[in-house]
Nanobody, 123 residues
Framework: EVQLVESGGGLVQAGGSLRLSCAAS????????IGWFRQAPGKEREGVSC????????YYADSVKGRFTISSDNAKNTVYLQMNSLKPEDTAVYYC????????????????WGKGTSVTISS
């Protein structure tokens, strides 16, 4: 059974940092892209960042470029999202996703979703 378990969300002030983790099990990391989507209250889910460990492909949404960094530890089957210079508009539930969606961001190509971790940025 494939599982994606997120952690690391929380409440921080604007300008602060958080690191999200997604621990994956039940599949080989190199087989798929893995990354993060987010959904803010009242808004559609959007792609944030993803990586394809098989060839090093990465993608960042324009809104997070230069502030967020995605990385992975294949030995631990874990992907991280380091989020710096956080803004109130980064407030959302962040979901880990795995599938053939990187770098296209096509949510229809996602095989598995995590349950999400909440990030709240206060101004």
């Amino acid at each position: 059974e494939v599982q994606l378990v997120e952690s690391g969300g929380g409440l921080v002030q604007a300008g602060g940092s958080l690191r999200l983790s997604c621990a994956a099990s039940g599949f080989t990391f190199n087989d798929y892209g893995i990354g993060w989507f987010r959904q803010a209250p009242g808004k559609e889910r959007e792609g944030v960042s993803c990586t394809r460990t098989s060839d090093g492909t990465t993608y960042y949404a324009d809104s997070v470029k230069g502030r967020f960094t995605i990385s992975s530890d294949n030995a631990k089957n874990t992907v991280y999202l380091q989020m710096n210079s956080l803004k109130p508009e980064d407030t959302a539930v962040y979901y880990c996703a795995a599938g053939d969606f990187c770098p296209s961001g096509d949510a229809q190509a996602i095989h598995n979703w995590g349950k999400g971790t909440s990030v709240t940025i206060s101004s």
